[in-house]
């Protein structure tokens, strides 16, 4: 009789602990996280790289003196406690000097296959990523060996997130192979490359070199000498452009800028759409091979601008006042123009000029195929 009544709160008990297990189909992963910490001295005009394979990098101002500080936050995901510390506990700082250059960089455990841990607070597994990771398999070489970043079973989930003080007037790169970068309010040579992600940059000031695989960029706020974005299949974003020097290319993502001023602006495309508002440089040349040109200036500072597309339309839209001599042709397509405020306006199927006042901007537009459509703002 006792038997009996043992075995009902004993079955009870075990489908309390087994079912819900059966019917989630899985154990819940646990997380560990660590912090890591460095810093030194850097003298003005120190060349540091900083490399990081998954998480983000934040570049930030020092603002006093010549510390250089690296706050590394840790966060590693397995189904057992033990084994998630254990990953974390292999992640470590590592510097080395090659050339006079100081490199730093982030250790991840041994291992070939890597995802974004899904859970705990410090989690950066983000709305932006997870259909990246979840769509491709991202491949890339981290040290001295090839690894690939995505969801495939047995990935090892470990991410860090840094965030790096930065003195002024100092030769820095950093690289993020798949994450995010943010770079705010740092003066010197700064570049900052990534492969897929996003890559935010405002205020800096100096030199400043974006690249990107598939990564996107944005970059606003910038005066200095020479800004440089090139992206492979990455849109392209910029706003508030103060530069001597400004060259923008892209294979294939979108190319979006607006208040460019700049001496001398170069934007290229393959197969992306170029839009740029507020272009006042004094000498820009555009081109395209495939991809539409979207174009809006006063032409109060510039003096020549060329612009070239093999087969995508163009539309350029015009200021009222400033004086420029403009002439348009399309070989196999057509040129089009409407209200623009000119003295001379000649248009044929395939040519026209138009020009309006004594000097200003010489302005040059041609497609092979595409249709060119000048238009006023």
């Known amino acids: 009789m006792s038997i009996r009544r043992a075995v009902g709160p004993f079955v009870l008990l075990l489908w309390i602990l087994i079912v819900p297990s ?12 660590a912090d890591l910490e460095e810093s030194f001295n850097a003298a003005p005009g120190m060349t540091i790289e900083f490399e990081n394979l998954l998480g ?23 189904n057992e406690a033990v084994e998630a510390r254990r990953l974390a506990e292999q992640v470590k700082l590592v510097r080395n000097v090659e050339d006079g250059t100081v490199k730093w960089s982030v250790t991840f455990p041994d291992a070939r296959l890597f995802r974004m841990p899904k859970t705990g607070v410090a989690s950066l597994y983000s709305k932006w990523l997870a259909p990246i990771v979840k769509r491709k398999t991202i491949s890339t070489r981290y040290g001295d060996r090839a690894v690939e970043i995505g969801s495939a079973r047995g990935s090892v989930a470990v991410s860090v ?3 790096i003080d930065v003195p002024m007037d100092l030769n820095l790169t950093v690289l993020q192979h798949v994450g995010t970068v943010e770079c705010n309010g740092v003066r010197g040579n700064v570049g900052l490359q990534m492969k897929e992600g996003e890559l935010l940059v405002g205020r800096v000031f100096g030199d400043l070199h974006v690249t990107t695989e598939g990564a996107s960029a944005r970059v606003s706020g910038f005066i200095g000498k ?12 910029l706003a508030e452009i103060r530069s001597d020097q400004v060259r923008i290319d892209s294979a294939r993502g979108l190319i979006n800028g607006s208040e460019i001023q700049a001496m001398h602006l170069v934007a290229s495309t393959g197969s992306g759409k170029v839009s740029l508002d507020g272009l006042e440089p004094e000498s820009m040349e555009i081109s395209s091979d495939t991809g539409d040109l979207d174009l809006a200036t006063e032409l109060k500072r510039t003096k020549q601008a060329n612009i070239r597309s093999a087969s995508g339309n163009v539309t350029v839209r ?4 400033a004086p420029f001599q403009l002439e348009a042709t ?15 306006d000649q248009f044929e199927k395939n040519a026209a000029k138009l020009a309006r006042g004594k000097g200003g901007a010489d302005v040059s537009v041609e497609s092979q195929s595409g249709q060119i459509v000048i238009r006023p703002l």
Do not use: C
């Not at 059966?22 to 996280?33: Q, R």
């Not at 934040?58 to 995901?77: C, D, L, N, T, W």
């Open 226 to 237: 020479n800004l440089i974005v090139e992206t492979g299949s990455g849109n392209i974003e």
């Open 56 to 78: 983000s990098i934040e570049v930030m101002p020092q603002p006093k003196g010549r510390e250089f500080r690296i706050r590394a936050h840790v966060v590693s995901e397995a």
């Open 22 to 33: 059966a019917i989630g189909g899985k154990v819940k992963a646990l997380t560990f996280e």
């Open 330 to 344: 399309s070989t196999e397509g057509s040129v089009k123009g409407d209200g623009v405020n000119v003295e001379v």
């Open 161 to 163: 997130r840094v965030k």
């Open 318 to 321: 015009l200021g009222t006042f």
